[in-house]
């Protein structure tokens, strides 16, 4: 099954992998959350509890925990919208229960508890609400006794456009984690990442050498081709052939496909249009012929009628005729004496011309 976005598919390969997971969470939950949680058991679940309406979002990662000696899970969405979603707690709110509802379904109760995780990148940062009591008016925490009876969801939000580099290099991530990270930040500014690349530069070597760089650097660079369309990333394929010259080979498959890519979507489009402009004039033929069939079919019983039984190239004449001979041939069939005069041609006499 495809992945929804790009976005969706640099978060997914990046941290699907506990090891990898375990450094993000660490870096984002509470202290005292962090604490509690017994980190090396940390495990992703495979989808069994994810809804399968969700299962196209790949970017919602469920992962199961201990947490102070029980089970727990730990959802985690990338937010990937462009601006933000002030309905995400009512949103989240429906995720959880369904995943509840499923491990209700497989294992019956105690329920486990749900950490919910939101990764932002919106392009202005956060400003949506965190929890489902700040859609709620009159404010529960106003009424005395109505908060405890409210349904309520804190959210833990990490929105990446707060987070700097100074920030980021601090986390303990590995290499491409953290490199993801940084394009979910930048990419989708190509005068803000040209910035970033000359400054992490050291970081996308890193990720070079290490075990899978080639496919990790080959995935980053479809990332910021595919954020950035072909002709901003042959701009930023300059910077990155100078900076990292290793890397050109690589950037330049990934351009040609870009190129490939659009040329074949251009014929796909060049194509449909055609066949749904043929199809319309196909249907406009068919409907018109029809038409001066039936029409034909029409006048030539009136014809008979009127005229006796007809000769063949009468009949011809009439069945050949346009929709507008048709109509002349209307207008002439009750006052016509003859056939050749409702024809409109000249009679011959019997004796010849």
Same mark, same amino acid.
């Given at each position: 099954?495809?992945?929804?976005?790009?976005?969706?598919?640099?978060?997914?390969?990046?941290?699907?992998?506990?090891?990898?997971?375990?450094?993000?969470?660490?870096?984002? #939950?509470?202290?005292?959350?962090?604490?509690?949680?017994?980190?090396? +058991?940390?495990?992703?679940?495979?989808?069994?509890?994810?809804?399968?309406?969700?299962? !196209?979002?790949?970017?919602?990662?469920?992962?199961?925990?201990? /947490?102070?000696?029980?089970?727990?899970?730990?959802?985690?969405?990338?937010?990937?919208?462009?601006?933000?979603?002030?309905? =995400? !707690?009512?949103?989240?709110?429906?995720?959880?229960?369904? %995943?509840?509802?499923?491990?209700?379904? $497989?294992?019956?109760? !105690? #329920?486990?508890?749900?950490?919910?995780?939101?990764?932002?990148?919106?392009?202005?940062?956060?400003?949506?609400?965190?929890? /489902?009591?700040?859609?709620?008016?009159?404010?529960?925490? +106003? %009424? !005395?006794?109505?908060?405890?009876?409210?349904?309520?969801?804190? =959210?833990?939000?990490?929105?990446? $456009?707060?987070?700097?580099?100074?920030? /980021?290099?601090?986390?303990?991530?590995?290499?491409?984690?953290? =490199?993801?990270?940084?394009?979910?930040?930048?990419?989708?500014?190509?005068?803000?990442?040209?910035?970033?690349?000359?400054?992490?530069?050291?970081?996308?070597?890193?990720?070079?050498?290490?075990?899978?760089?080639?496919?990790?650097?080959?995935?980053?660079?479809?990332?910021?081709?595919?954020?950035?369309?072909? %002709?901003?990333?042959?701009?930023?394929?300059?910077?990155?052939?100078?900076?990292?010259?290793?890397?050109?080979?690589?950037?330049?498959?990934?351009?040609?496909?870009?190129?490939?890519?659009?040329?074949? $979507?251009? #014929?796909?489009?060049?194509? $449909?249009?055609?066949?749904?402009?043929?199809?319309?004039?196909?249907?406009?033929?068919?409907?018109?012929?029809?038409?001066?069939?039936?029409?034909?079919?029409?006048? +030539?019983?009136?014809?008979?009628?009127?005229?006796?039984?007809?000769?063949?190239?009468?009949?011809?004449?009439?069945?050949?005729?346009?929709?507008?001979?048709?109509?002349?041939? +209307?207008?002439?069939?009750?006052?016509?004496?003859?056939?050749?005069?409702?024809?409109?041609?000249?009679? %011959?006499?019997?004796?010849?011309?």
């Amino acid at each position: 099954m495809a992945t929804a976005t790009p976005h969706d598919a640099l978060f997914k390969a990046a941290f699907e992998t506990p090891a990898h997971a375990r450094g993000l969470l660490i870096e984002i #939950l509470p202290a005292d959350l962090c604490e509690a949680i017994a980190w090396p +058991s940390l495990t992703r679940e495979s989808g069994t509890f994810i809804d399968p309406a969700l299962a !196209p979002r790949h970017s919602d990662l469920l992962f199961s925990v201990e /947490l102070a000696g029980d089970r727990a899970l730990v959802y985690v969405l990338l937010e990937h919208q462009s601006e933000v979603d002030h309905k =995400l !707690p009512l949103r989240m709110a429906e995720y959880l229960v369904r %995943v509840w509802k499923r491990f209700d379904k $497989q294992y019956g109760l !105690p #329920l486990p508890p749900i950490i919910p995780v939101i990764m932002g990148h919106p392009q202005r940062g956060w400003t949506g609400p965190t929890s /489902l009591h700040e859609l709620v008016q009159p404010q529960p925490a +106003s %009424v !005395p006794g109505l908060e405890p009876r409210t349904l309520g969801l804190s =959210l833990i939000i990490c929105d990446l $456009q707060t987070v700097d580099d100074a920030q /980021l290099r601090d986390w303990a991530l590995q290499a491409f984690p953290k =490199l993801a990270l940084l394009l979910l930040r930048d990419a989708r500014d190509l005068e803000r990442l040209d910035r970033a690349f000359r400054r992490w530069r050291e970081l996308f070597l890193e990720v070079l050498h290490a075990d899978g760089g080639a496919d990790a650097v080959s995935q980053v660079l479809h990332y910021i081709a595919t954020v950035v369309g072909e %002709v901003r990333f042959e701009e930023f394929r300059a910077t990155l052939t100078k900076q990292l010259p290793q890397l050109d080979d690589a950037a330049m498959t990934i351009a040609e496909e870009l190129h490939q890519r659009g040329h074949q $979507q251009g #014929l796909r489009e060049g194509l $449909q249009e055609g066949l749904q402009e043929g199809l319309q004039k196909g249907l406009q033929k068919g409907l018109q012929k029809g038409l001066q069939k039936g029409r034909a079919e029409q006048l +030539s019983k009136m014809a008979r009628l009127k005229f006796g039984e007809l000769e063949p190239a009468a009949l011809a004449r009439i069945e050949a005729a346009s929709i507008e001979e048709l109509d002349r041939y +209307s207008e002439r069939i009750l006052s016509a004496e003859s056939i050749e005069e409702f024809l409109d041609q000249p009679r %011959v006499s019997a004796k010849g011309v």
